[in-house]
């Protein structure tokens, strides 16, 4: 079997996947991420830190640094206890930094959250936005007078859902419908395809023809996002003069433009920085010997890696990543077999009303850590000195209900990643 | 307040109420059906759509069997469009009693009920997902039958003949003139709109809910509730319904239902009929159960659970009973009531008949019921509930203008607009659990997390929704699937519930909402004049 030697072997390529490799990459180290990278599809492009605590109560914070305060207060085993403050604000720094250089530039609001205008017509809180969309929680913030404009044909969004349940907070808020030059007769458009024609300038010259009368006189425009895909900052900024109007970006539903935008900028940037990705492989249920560095295997198309490596990142995420197995019975963590912290019994996984805001059980359940993010191996110690976790897969977090999903997977990949090259 | 006068009132929309609607209409009868919910809302919508044979209760009830045997003969007649010819195999489990087995074929012709025994290679060759091998397995004529179609079907040649239908529509009062109802109190509680209703009859079909609508009129109903919980797999597994050869228990049946499979079923006595649903307790009940039939139910995908209340009539020593009840509450001082309930829906067109009879001897009606021979129309109103069907006009080829809404099942825009249009004229036009209910939409993979939100924003873009009613109309819709699917959260259906909870809540906030509220008044149809 063909061998491969690396500082530091990142198993999983989600957020937190990503995440790691990328830090770990800038300190130097020789790096492999591994796994299948086709979750970040699924982002909506906003990146979160901390925005309802406790959840109970549905209280939305501001601040989310505020709120991080009074988290780890309440809840003193949520992974952002043991990274703390600095280190959040210094992954979620470098991750815009990085994608800045990809191509794909994030705005923040300072130290406050933003409320986003998202495709169900409602608002949500978070920390930053892709700089096409940042226009948009100023337009809501100010209740600047804005026309929605819907692409005929495009699933799953619709202007009018938009400005029908934002009117009432939002009453400058209208909408019209445009259609997307080419489309005429076609059924159904498809978000990603308008992107990429619109990286082109002549698409753009004929979308802004189609638009222009629809959105006169209009203070902004927003659009579904599909403004670009490997540069939507220049794409946002040339349709915005072309039609003589600030324009932002409401994300549309998952998979999409934006999620796809994230992956892309992602893929670029790391192989910029001589990251190895196996996006195509899987890493094969393994033991590690406390006593050794670790060793993997990869099953890739073209026959089996051994993979050796001084330290692992463990970032398989949750069942969607499959990081965890749910049986009928009980959850199991699928590479290295380690313990799951669960609710006792399935019928407690879940509680009866889909959209309490409690959150449900089954999402904090996870892998328990010491302050190192090793995690925790049957006897409570750490299963093996070079071993780390970070992102959704860690126990005692609800990063959907909590709004923290970005923040989680970013800073406990840079502690994860610290940690790791520390002791290897 | 707005006054209809008609000869019969009909309280409850399942397969019972529907078919007496149907046979009413088809004597020339005029009728109004008030429905609290939706069509199928209890026990008719919440079964695993069996046409028994009659094998089932040999052993225990040879009545209902014979029952069973000759109404399965006539709808396979008359309303063979609702119905697949599976057949079914009774087959005996290593373990289990083999002196019932023995019994078995000698019960069945004792009953009338047609049996073959099978051999362990023919099983193997018929049906290779049953247990291998089986003690013994006899063939028998089991078929199974859509109920949201059939009933939808019953109710709209119904109305097409003499009858008026309110869905979510419930009786708020029976008012008594001596011995006589007068008057009925309608009401849709989305709106509090009330109108009346003048009958010369009431028929109470409201199944389980039957005992609070005889309450109205100041009668009585003893019925006892049995809840029966289900579990559906994401593919079909055989092609015959598969019957645990032993008396009636839990997790004894494994029906196919188009493209999936149904396991069922548990009996649990309820006190309540509040909020019921299917338990992660009663789902690992059947499942364990039901893999010592199929073994490869321990490791098959799931797409949800339900549940649904059985109206079982009390015996005269208290024990329980699958037949039919026909209650004349003369006796008890209401002169026009009757209440109809227990029964299967194996037998709704008979239990249909009796009532209707009954009516039409008080109301001097001379006309023969006519539903033994009559064939169900093919209307529209069923068809889409069909599994399969969808995809298959679809592939067939199109309207270029039209798009899927939902990809799982393949349910394109057109399809979600006609239904729409129809519950437009029942003044439930947004109601995405109706249009669910109506159709395949929702019972996919993605159970409603997609699907769900493209509806509703195709709703919005054409005008069917205003203000925050859409975004109410989900919240609901995710809520009503949420019941089934929350007891089978395991496997790739955790995967798929992970990502709802990521679109739903991480992003749209749906949790953190506070506009779930009805719709406002006046938005809906005003009720019809009389």
Known sequence: ?424 | MQTIVTRVLIIGGGATGTGLARDLALRGVDCVLAEKGDVNAGASGGNHGLLHSGGRYVSTDPEVAAECRAEAQILKQVASHCIEETGGVFVGVPGDDEAYMADFPSLCQKAGISCWELSPAEVRDMEPKAVDPCVVAYLVEDATIDPFRLSLENLAHAQSLSCQAFLGTRVAALERDGKRIVRAVLEKPSTGEQWAVEPEWVVNAAGAWSREVAALAGATVDILYSKGSLVITHERLTHRVINRLRPPGDGDILVPGGTVSLLGTTSVRIKDLADVRPTVAETDRIVEEAAQLVPSLESVRYIRAYAGVRPLITGTAGSESRGLLLIDHAGQGVENLTTITGGKLTTFRLMAEKAADLVCSRLGVDEPCRTRTEPLPLTSAGRWTEPGLAPRLWLRGHDPDDTLLCECEMVPASTVDQIVDALAGQGAAGDLKAVGLRSRVGKGLCQGALCGVRMLAHLYERGTYHGAEGLAALRRFVRARWRGMRPVLWGVSLSQEELQDALHCGFFCLELGQDDQPPPAGRNRKPPHA
């Open chain 1, 1 to 424: 079997m063909p061998e491969q030697r690396f500082d530091l072997a990142v198993v999983g390529a989600g957020l937190a996947g990503l995440c790691a490799a990328l830090f770990a990459a800038r300190k130097g180290a020789k790096v492999l991420v591994a796994g299948p990278n086709s979750s970040l599809q699924f982002a909506s492009g906003f990146l979160d830190i901390l925005a309802v605590q406790p959840v109970e109560q549905g209280r939305v914070w501001d601040h989310p640094f505020e709120a991080m305060a009074a988290l780890v207060k309440d809840e003193p085993d949520h992974p952002y206890a043991k990274v703390g403050e600095d280190t959040v604000r210094r992954a979620m720094a470098r991750l815009m930094e990085f994608l800045a250089l990809s191509g794909l530039e994030y705005r923040s609001a300072g130290d406050k959250n933003q409320w986003m205008p998202t495709p169900a017509g409602t608002v949500k809180p978070t920390w930053a936005v892709p700089a096409t969309m940042a226009a948009g929680a100023e337009a809501f913030r100010d209740r600047t007078p804005c026309v929605v404009a819907g692409i005929r044909g495009l699933k799953g969004f619709s202007a009018r859902q938009v400005t029908e349940n934002l009117a009432p907070r939002w009453p400058g808020i209208s909408h019209v419908q445009a259609e997307f030059p080419g489309t005429a007769g076609q059924s159904e458009v498809f978000a990603e395809r308008i992107a990429r024609q619109l990286e082109g300038e002549a698409w753009r010259a004929d979308f802004a023809r189609a638009l222009s009368p629809l959105v006169q006189g209009a203070d902004c425009v927003a659009l579904p996002a599909v403004l670009g895909m490997n540069r939507p900052g220049e794409v946002a900024e040339d349709l915005s003069a072309r039609l003589a109007v600030p324009l932002f970006e409401i994300p549309t539903i998952p998979p999409a433009v934006p999620g796809v935008r994230l992956r892309e900028a992602f893929l670029q940037g790391l192989s910029r920085m001589g990251v190895q990705t196996l996006f195509k492989a899987r890493i094969l249920p393994a033991t590690l010997d406390p006593k050794q560095d670790p060793v993997l295997v990869a099953e890739a198309g073209d026959g089996p890696v051994e993979i050796h490596t001084k330290a692992v990142v463990l970032a398989t995420g949750r069942f969607l990543g499959r990081g965890l197995l749910a049986g009928r019975k009980s959850i199991t963590e699928t590479v290295f077999g380690l313990p799951v912290t669960q609710p006792e019994r399935r019928d407690q996984w879940h509680r009866i009303d889909f959209l309490d805001r409690a959150g449900h059980p089954v999402n904090r359940a996870g892998l328990e850590t010491d302050e190192l993010l090793r995690p925790l191996g049957p006897g409570g110690r750490p299963a093996h000195p070079r071993l780390f976790a970070c992102g959704t897969i860690l126990a005692h977090q609800d990063w959907v209900r909590q709004k923290c999903g970005a923040g989680l997977s970013a800073s406990t990949a840079l502690h994860a990643v610290r940690s790791a090259l520390d002791a290897a």
